[in-house]
């Protein structure tokens, strides 16, 4: 049983922090869980064993739409017992403002809006993981583009990075190849060393097989949708989009009621990643679902974004996060414990062009990819299955 006395001090820790009323009662039921795995509050560890154990116990945790409250609780336990936060992460308020470094963002910036072209939520991204890597490895305030070398990359990868995942590592590391590229293509510098770092090369032949969906697997997920209600016709919808049409969230987030043809079949994405419209061939199954959900479930609203919220601001737009969480509901409910993100469904549509011998220029006009080697990747094979398909090899004889 926990220790009811250090349950009632650690509310008062979140109350003495500002914690909400709502947060502290969904960090006590979460902490209490957590207490009586394994009977913990019964053991005397110290932070780093503590540390060890919250570790273990969040790895144990299946999918599900609270797990992302239970590390933050356990953390903000980990907290107020030790003293230590969980994981130091690194923050631009470490930093007094560098004039040369925000200088050289606002102008990767203007590369990345009028070159790369890209949308404005990678822009962020971008300029915010490379801001705070040039903070990081420059803190001395002597920054000049010319100063970079891999040892600023290897020591931000290794100890700066170290407490985040490897794909997210990877996702960071990448953002700041983009800008060392930038750096190559603008100011003529050699990074030659820091490009052929293994780790982060994204060509397609280094590059990790997508995760998909099986056949059964996406069985699972469409029939998880209850399509007697408003809700599970909208949110079947969506899931239909991002399978059927290799969508991005963002992208089904941003279709609109005049990005249809229906007299053609066909679909415009117009607000894509690259800045680029694409028009796709409308699938049948996709039309019937969005078809249903247009005359049995869209609340009435002056709207053009397709897909809107039912419950808060009824009629509003989903945003991306809205679109993303309810796909994430429905793998939770078809059970689906590898489910990694929607992007899951994007990939499943890419197997399915290469399984019916799509060609890679026609799956990089579907996707929205400006260069093939992006879509190149979906071509890799992964070795178990290539052995099922060629069989076991006869055994030599001599």
């Known amino acids: 049983m926990y220790n009811e006395m250090q349950i009632i001090n650690f509310e008062k820790h979140l109350i003495k922090k500002g914690y909400s009323n709502l947060v502290i009662a969904q960090y006590l039921r979460k902490v209490k ?12 560890v110290d932070h780093k064993d503590l540390k060890k154990i919250i570790s273990s116990y969040l790895a144990n945790i299946p999918l599900t739409t609270h797990k992302s409250t239970i590390q933050a609780a356990l953390h903000a336990y980990y907290y107020f017992l030790s003293g230590y936060q969980f994981h130091r992460r690194l923050n631009l308020s470490d930093f007094e403002v560098d004039s040369s470094i925000e200088s050289e963002i606002n102008r990767f910036r203007s590369y990345l809006i009028e070159v790369a072209r890209l949308s404005d939520n990678t822009i962020i991204s971008q300029c915010g993981t490379v801001r705070l890597f040039l903070y990081s490895s420059f803190p001395e305030k002597n920054f000049l583009p010319e100063k970079i070398t891999i040892d600023h990359i290897r020591t931000y990868l290794t100890d700066t990075l170290h407490h985040i995942s490897n794909a997210s590592k990877k996702t960071l590391i990448g953002r700041i190849r983009s800008y060392v590229k930038f750096l190559e293509f603008k100011d003529g510098l050699n990074f030659e060393e820091i490009l052929k770092l293994p780790l982060t090369s994204p060509v397609w032949k280094r590059a990790s097989v997508s995760k998909y969906l099986t056949n059964s697997e996406i069985d699972d997920l469409l029939s998880s949708y209850d399509l007697s209600n408003p809700t599970g016709i909208r949110d079947y919808a969506i899931a239909r989009c991002l399978k059927d049409l290799g969508l991005r969230c963002s992208e089904v987030a941003r279709l609109t009621l005049d990005d249809f043809k229906w007299l053609k079949g066909t679909l415009t994405i117009r607000q894509t990643k690259t800045h680029s419209e694409r028009s796709l061939p409308l699938h049948a199954v996709t039309g019937k679902a969005i078809e249903r959900y247009l005359l049995h479930s869209r609340p009435a609203t002056q709207e053009r974004i397709l897909f809107v919220r039912f419950k808060k601001e009824l009629g509003q737009p989903m945003g991306t996060s809205q679109v993303r969480s309810t796909v994430r509901r429905a793998a939770i409910r078809a059970g689906l414990e590898n489910f ?56 030599v004889r001599i």
């Not at 869980?33 to 005397?44: A, E, M, N, P």
């Not at 400006?370 to 979906?378: A, G, H, L, V, W």
């Open 33 to 44: 869980g957590f207490l009586k795995y394994d009977d913990i509050s019964s053991q005397r």
């Open 340 to 395: 990694t993100g929607t992007h899951m469904l994007r990939h499943t549509a890419a197997k399915e062009m290469i399984n019916n011998g799509v060609d890679l220029k026609m799956m990089a006009d579907i996707l929205g990819h400006e260069s093939i080697e992006t879509t190149s990747i979906y071509t890799k094979i992964n070795f178990t299955e290539l052995q099922d398909v060629a069989g076991i090899w006869p055994e």
